[in-house]
Each structure stands twice: as structure tokens, then as C-alpha cells.
């Protein structure tokens, strides 16, 4: 059975203010995230390399919703450099706790993501994906 389509078009208008207010609530958090932790860094007269990569982090963010609200498309690789600077981060502040075994599955991860992001590029200049304004 086929849902009314007034009923679907409202549907769909109201998942897509939803997730434009969710943008913008990211955004501005990112924002403000990023601006505490440059207060921190003034206040302490002290910037360390886990700061500047946790500014990296929130880059990442920023630039991640600043791409979805322009074309409406996520494309997997930005979680995936968010999750390689994050694992960067995490191995620059516990270097003198981690074990050798965890280094190395940190880095693993690392490349793994790394291979990951190589792999999605190179399809999509490889395989282009299709016009999907069809409807199909």
C-alpha cells in the first residue's frame, strides 16, 4: 500500500528541518567547543600538540556539516580523517601509558583507516557515481 504523498511530502519536509536544526546545533557546539578550548590554551599561555589536534578535530567537524548543508551528501571519508586525527590524538596523549601491543593497533587503525580513505577516493574518480536525480 503506497503512503499518501501530501502525507509523505510532509513526512520528509520535517525530517529535513529536523536534520538542518541538528546541523546547525553541531555547528554551533563545534564552534563554542572550539573557542573554550582556545580560552584554555590563552589562560595557560601553553599550546601543546594535543591541543592543536584536538582544533584539527573540530575542523573536521565544521567542515563535515559545512559540506552536508551545502550538497546534501556525507561523504564517508571526512568521519574517516576525524577518526584518523582522533587516533593520532589518543596515541600523542597516552604515549607513556600504552603498551607496545596497543601502539601498534593504534597505528594499525590508523592505517586501515588511512587505506580506507585511499580506497574511497580512488573509486569514486575510478567509478563516478550516477546522477541519482532520476528517482528511480
Known sequence: MRPNNK???MGQKGVEYVEELLLIFIAIATVYATCHE???????????????????LYLEVLSMVKHYIGSGK????????IGIVALARYM???????????ILA???????MALAVLTVRYGHTRYPYEDSTDNK
Open 7 to 9: 502525507l509523505s511530502v
Open 38 to 56: 582556545i580560552y584554555k590554551m590563552w589562560l595557560a599561555w601553553v599550546v601543546t600538540v594535543a591541543d592543536l589536534l584536538l582544533l584539527f
Open 74 to 81: 556525507l561523504p564517508v571519508r571526512y568521519p574517516l580523517y
Open 92 to 102: 600523542v596523549l597516552e604515549i607513556k601509558e600504552l603498551d607496545a601491543y596497543r
Open 106 to 112: 593504534v597505528a594499525g587503525a590508523v592505517l586501515i
